[in-house]
């Protein structure tokens, strides 16, 4: 059975830092592209980061950029979202997914499976 499974959210304070860790079960992210993506109360789910397989490039929303980093450790089969000078407005649920594509994709149709998502709330 595919898993994906979010962990290291919770309450932390502007300014402060997270790291959020997506542990896969029943497949090898090092096989997928990896992407991070989250929904905040009454709005759409939104774009946060992605990775191609190759680990080679990474993109990031603008909201986030310099700011928050995926990465992933292979041999844990784990990608992580490092998030730094977290603001209020990054409060959301956050979700990790593996997408079939090589190259990173921001478009969430591209990613065939999903995590259940972690709470991230920033307190000003």
């Known amino acids: 059975q595919v898993q994906l499974v979010e962990s290291g959210g919770g309450l932390v304070q502007v300014g402060g830092s997270l790291t959020l860790a997506c542990v896969g079960s029943?497949?090898?992210?090092?096989?997928?592209?990896m992407g991070w993506f989250r929904q905040a109360p009454g709005k759409e789910r939104e774009f946060v980061a992605t990775?191609?397989?190759?680990?080679?490039?990474?993109y990031s929303a603008d909201s986030v950029k310099d700011r928050f980093f995926i990465s992933r450790d292979n041999a844990r089969n784990t990608v992580y979202l490092q998030m730094n000078n977290l603001k209020p407005e990054d409060t959301a649920v956050y979700y990790c997914?593996?997408?079939?594509?090589?190259?990173?994709?921001?478009?969430?149709?591209?990613?065939?499976?999903w995590g259940q998502g972690t709470q991230v709330t920033v307190s000003s």
């Open positions: 990775m191609g397989r190759l680990d080679a490039l990474t």
């Open positions: 997914a593996a997408g079939r594509t090589t190259i990173p994709t921001m478009t969430p149709t591209d990613y065939a499976y």
């Open positions: 029943g497949l090898a992210l090092s096989s997928y592209s």
